[in-house]
């Protein structure tokens, strides 16, 4: 499938989205542009003369509900659900560009992505696909939350939460090398809890969020069922996680493991990850004879979520 290319790819052409930012529901275009090989991720500010912020972790600005990126005081928001789309899809090369601060929220998951990828295509480039190889592990804990990575052969992930009901503790473990993204992960929809509603608008946060973009959760039931899966909300987890850990700037070789973590853990992980050089170096792909850890763990994608948050 088209996520276990060696060799980096763009789109083959224009995808335009338009809608609304989840926190600052502020009416959102959107158009992603094929990117030449070796560009990575860039957004591109097309209402502040096209300023760009390259999707790398030194650009990771404030983070509790959602991700967001900053250079020289200009903000791009939310930009995980998209991010993750692109690594999991396995599109290295594009520029986003965006004529406001916050990505449009969509259905709250990231298909309409995928799906939009499926219609345009991928261009395979000329260049080799580098991952950020795992040599030693590197962990992160604050009180009960843990996230870590591991040295792994693909990409596994591990993710464990727990939440009031009817949420609950949730599991899901796989990987992103051999498992399916698109159809596992991608569906996956963010969710929140109609209690937090008054407290997270008092914070300016979610002007955006109706039953079209999100699950809700009220008096210990969803409101706008039915689910796409009994474990949604683990599996969103792991589509937020995807995305922030995008910000590495290459996808991960290695195993993550994750428990009751969320945007600020995750990008935390990033953040220690590049800052320690010893814990990683750059290979090419995964059926190389040079690679250590070829035969090593075969896990498969895994399902499982986080707490309220974008
Ligand atoms: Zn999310």
Same mark, same amino acid.
């Given at each position: 499938?088209?996520?276990?290319?060696?060799?980096?790819?763009?789109?083959?052409?224009?995808?335009?989205? $338009?809608?609304?930012?989840? $926190?600052?529901?502020?009416?959102?275009?959107?158009?992603?542009? !094929? %990117?030449?090989?070796?560009?990575?991720?860039?957004?591109? &500010?097309?209402?502040?003369?096209?300023?760009? =912020?390259?999707?790398?972790?030194?650009?990771?600005?404030?983070?509790?509900? /959602?991700?967001?990126?900053?250079?020289?005081?200009?903000? =791009?928001?939310?930009?995980?659900?998209?991010?993750? /789309?692109?690594?999991?899809?396995?599109?290295?090369?594009? #520029?986003?560009?965006?004529?406001?601060?916050?990505?449009?929220?969509?259905?709250?998951?990231?298909?309409?992505?995928?799906?939009?990828?499926?219609? +345009?295509?991928?261009?395979?480039?000329?260049?080799?696909?580098?991952?950020? &190889?795992?040599?030693?592990?590197?962990?992160?804990?604050?009180?009960?939350?843990? #996230?870590?990575?591991?040295?792994?052969?693909?990409?596994?992930?591990?993710?464990?939460?727990?939440?009031?009901?009817?949420?609950?503790?949730?599991?899901?473990?796989?990987?992103?090398?051999?498992?399916?993204? %698109?159809?596992?992960?991608? !569906?996956?929809?963010?969710?929140?809890?109609?209690?937090?509603?008054?407290?997270?608008?008092?914070?300016?946060?979610?002007?955006?969020?109706?039953? /079209?973009?999100?699950? #809700?959760?009220?008096?210990?039931?969803?409101?706008?069922?039915?689910?796409?899966?009994?474990?949604?909300?683990?599996?969103?987890?792991?589509?937020?996680?995807?995305?922030?850990?995008?910000?590495?700037?290459? &996808?991960?070789?290695?195993?993550?493991?994750?428990?009751?973590?969320?945007? %600020?853990?995750?990008?935390?992980? +990033?953040?220690?990850?590049?800052?320690?050089?010893?814990?990683?170096?750059?290979?090419?792909?995964?059926?190389?004879?040079?690679?250590?850890?070829?035969?090593? #763990?075969?896990?498969?994608?895994?399902?499982?979520?986080? !707490?309220?948050?974008?």
């Amino acid at each position: 499938m088209s996520q276990n290319a060696h060799r980096e790819q763009t789109i083959r052409a224009d995808i335009e989205f $338009h809608g609304i930012g989840l $926190h600052s529901g502020a009416e959102v275009s959107m158009r992603l542009v !094929p %990117a030449p090989a070796g560009s990575g991720i860039v957004f591109r &500010r097309t209402d502040l003369d096209n300023f760009e =912020i390259p999707a790398i972790g030194r650009n990771v600005a404030k983070v509790s509900y /959602a991700t967001s990126l900053m250079r020289q005081s200009v903000l =791009i928001s939310t930009t995980e659900h998209l991010l993750s /789309a692109l690594i999991g899809y396995g599109v290295d090369n594009v #520029i986003v560009e965006v004529d406001n601060l916050e990505l449009p929220i969509l259905d709250g998951s990231a298909l309409p992505y995928i799906d939009a990828f499926q219609t +345009v295509g991928l261009k395979q480039q000329r260049r080799r696909r580098e991952y950020i &190889r795992i040599l030693k592990e590197v962990e992160v804990r604050d009180g009960s939350k843990f #996230i870590g990575v591991y040295p792994g052969s693909g990409y596994g992930i591990d993710y464990t939460i727990d939440f009031p009901q009817p949420i609950g503790c949730e599991t899901f473990r796989g990987d992103l090398e051999t498992g399916d993204y %698109a159809r596992l992960i991608a !569906p996956a929809r963010t969710f929140g809890f109609k209690e937090d509603e008054p407290k997270l608008r008092d914070m300016g946060l979610i002007r955006g969020a109706s039953e /079209a973009c999100a699950i #809700i959760i009220a008096n210990q039931s969803v409101q706008n069922g039915p689910l796409r899966f009994p474990d949604e909300f683990v599996r969103h987890k792991v589509l937020d996680l995807i995305g922030d850990l995008a910000l590495a700037g290459r &996808r991960i070789q290695g195993h993550v493991v994750a428990e009751r973590a969320g945007h %600020a853990m995750h990008t935390a992980l +990033v953040q220690r990850l590049m800052r320690d050089r010893s814990a990683w170096d750059l290979a090419h792909g995964y059926d190389e004879a040079d690679q250590p850890h070829a035969s090593e #763990i075969a896990s498969a994608i895994l399902p499982t979520t986080l !707490p309220a948050h974008a």
